[in-house]
């Protein structure tokens, strides 16, 4: 049980600073190349562990596999954390993070059509509450000093698309393990980005500097290669219940980094909501199946 808390404790931290890391190297890299990336260096992280996985299970990869990778690499990286990056830019850092954690909320919903899931009256109050909570903080009507409406739409669209993401990946998920899915759909959705990078003349390692490759390494490496791997192992030593407690925590969290690193304000509307989102996603995880084996 030390060791699932520890693995929690790590993914939740470091999923928890993306956000203001990637506000600050926003600033000198492009939004696409940044999101290339961090998911290119992050899944060739995860991939040892992903080949070991396939071995285990004794599955060799064909064309309808890397099919599937690839519509799970292009809703997850194309679409999902290209627009989450634009959302990080054009709104505040914690913002960003507490609308995105409501992505679990729509996996529901998608999981609901694609993987044959019921969507229970727990699920359903529980919707209702997090996307309330999601109304507070858009606060439409009177949007706070550094708010911007845009990249609250930003970070919206990507917890869809995510939600989309995470939804058709549980069909395979079973499969593969949830780290060789994770692994290849990343390393296949950046190359795609990337290939899109050189279409349109973006750049790919230009813009990387002595500056801000400390932050470069750390979003990569540590954030979407640790942080990911820890959240599985978490997943594998208990159930995917109880590793789900690293997007409880990261509502809270996120914006405490984001004011202790960037000197962000939170206003009342923002506590509102992530109040009322974290009472989602507890409703959502419930209290008696947190502590049983998967």
Same mark, same amino acid.
């Given at each position: ?100 954690? +409501? ?6 919903? /998608? *999981?609901? @059509?694609? !993987?044959? %899931? =019921?969507?229970? $009256? ?98 990569? +490496? ?6 990911? /791997? *820890?959240? @599985?192992? !978490?997943? %594998? =030593?208990?159930? $995917? ?54």
């Amino acid at each position: 049980m030390k060791n699932v808390l520890l693995y929690i404790i790590i993914s939740a931290v470091f999923f928890s600073t993306m956000e203001v890391v990637l506000k600050i190297a926003a600033s000198g890299l492009d939004p696409f190349q940044m999101t290339f990336t961090r998911f290119f260096w992050g899944g060739l992280v995860l991939f040892p562990f992903a080949l070991k996985e396939l071995k285990r299970r004794n599955i060799k990869l064909c064309k309808e596999d890397y099919t599937y990778f690839m519509i799970l690499g292009i809703l997850g990286i194309l679409f999902s954390m290209t627009f989450f990056q634009f959302g990080v830019i054009y709104t505040k850092a914690s913002t960003a993070a507490v609308v995105f954690c +409501i992505n679990p909320m729509f996996t529901m919903l /998608f *999981a609901h @059509f694609i !993987a044959g %899931e =019921k969507i229970t $009256a727990k699920k359903g109050i529980a919707l209702i509450i997090s996307l309330v909570g999601l109304i507070f903080i858009m606060n439409p009507f009177n949007m706070a000093s550094g708010e911007n409406f845009k990249g609250i739409l930003f970070s919206l669209t990507s917890a869809v698309f995510f939600g989309l993401y995470s939804a058709y990946g549980k069909r395979r998920i079973g499969k593969y393990s949830g780290i060789a899915q994770t692994s290849i759909s990343f390393i296949i959705g950046s190359l795609i980005l990337m290939c899109m990078l050189l279409f349109i003349g973006r750049p790919v390692i230009s813009g990387i500097t002595i500056d801000n490759i400390v932050l470069v390494i750390y979003v990569s +490496i540590f954030v979407t290669g640790i942080g990911y /791997f *820890a959240y @599985f192992m !978490a997943m %594998e =030593k208990s159930n $995917a219940v109880f590793a789900s407690l690293v997007f409880f925590v990261k509502p809270a969290l996120a914006p405490i980094f984001a004011v202790l690193i960037l000197s962000e304000s939170i206003t009342w509307n923002v506590i509102i909501g992530i109040l009322l989102i974290l009472i989602g996603s507890y409703i959502t995880l419930g209290t008696g199946k947190l502590l049983e084996k998967g």
